[in-house]
T-cell receptor, first 113, second 116 residues
Framework: KAGVTQTPRYLIKTRGQQVTLSCSPI?????VSWYQQTPGQGLQFLFE???????NKGNFPGRFSGRQFSNSRSEMNVSTLELGDSALYLCASSLAGGREKLFFGSGTQLSVL | GENVEQHPSTLSVQEGDSAVIKCTYSDSASNYFPWYKQELGKRPQLIIDIRSNVGEKKDQRIAVTLNKTAKHFSLHITETQPEDSAVYFC???????????????FGKGTHLIIQP
């Protein structure tokens, strides 16, 4: 069974631009969560989607948004990029529910210049 | 919201010795506590998890203990091996009013170094 797939693997953007990241969960997993990982703040929860609905949201500004499609694939969008948005963005899928038995993807490394 | 503190930030042990990593949480409503291992350049992987109705759980060389009264939980690795070298993250999550569950709040991580 294929694991969680995230694309692209690396992204370089400039301040003010917007970016869209993609995540394909493990087949059969309906829950997709997104996390931001930085050396200073560690892993921080962004949001979780289940059956195309946002079920949970972390403490990030409205510039961070997401959606989930009927095939459970998810996208995350960051608008008006800031230098501080540079991070590894990890997507995780789960069969049991948004917080349990998470399977993480390899992440998208975003650099904002 | 929930706050998770993790100690130590770096832990160096001799191969074959035991390692203990400790975490404390702030929200008494938290009821799910997983531990993830992240090797350098790789994705985090779940190694063990525990619910608040259980005090201890063991899986081969790995065990987790939970003290709800003190709001802390610990990861114990016995007979450490070189492949145990990684960053370990604890996390906590609680229930939500009206059902469902919060996302995970992670500790800042512990870099475990196994000395040969």
């Amino acid at each position: 069974k294929a694991g969680v797939t995230q694309t692209p693997r690396y992204l370089i953007k400039t301040r003010g631009q917007q970016v869209t990241l993609s995540c394909s969960p493990i087949s059969g997993h309906r829950s997709v969560s997104w996390y931001q990982q930085t050396p200073g703040q560690g892993l921080q929860f962004l949001f979780e989607y289940f059956s195309e609905t946002q079920r949970n949201k972390g403490n990030f500004p409205g510039r961070f948004s997401g959606r989930q499609f009927s095939n459970s694939r998810s996208e995350m969008n960051v608008s008006t990029l800031e230098l501080g948005d540079s991070a590894l963005y990890l997507c995780a899928s789960s069969l049991a529910g948004g917080r349990e038995k998470l399977f993480f993807g390899s992440g998208t490394q975003l650099s904002v210049l | 919201g929930e706050n998770v503190e993790q100690h130590p930030s770096t832990l160096s042990v001799q191969e074959g010795d035991s390692a203990v990593i400790k975490c404390t949480y702030s929200d008494s409503a938290s009821n799910y506590f997983p531990w993830y291992k992240q090797e350098l350049g790789k994705r985090p992987q779940l190694i063990i998890d525990i619910r608040s109705n259980v005090g201890e759980k063991k899986d081969q060389r790995i065990a987790v203990t939970l003290n709800k009264t003190a709001k802390h939980f610990s990861l114990h690795i016995t007979e450490t091996q070189p492949e145990d070298s990684a960053v370990y993250f604890c996390a906590a999550s609680g229930g939500k009013t009206g059902g469902g569950a919060d996302g995970l709040t992670f500790g800042k991580g512990t870099h475990l170094i196994i000395q040969p």
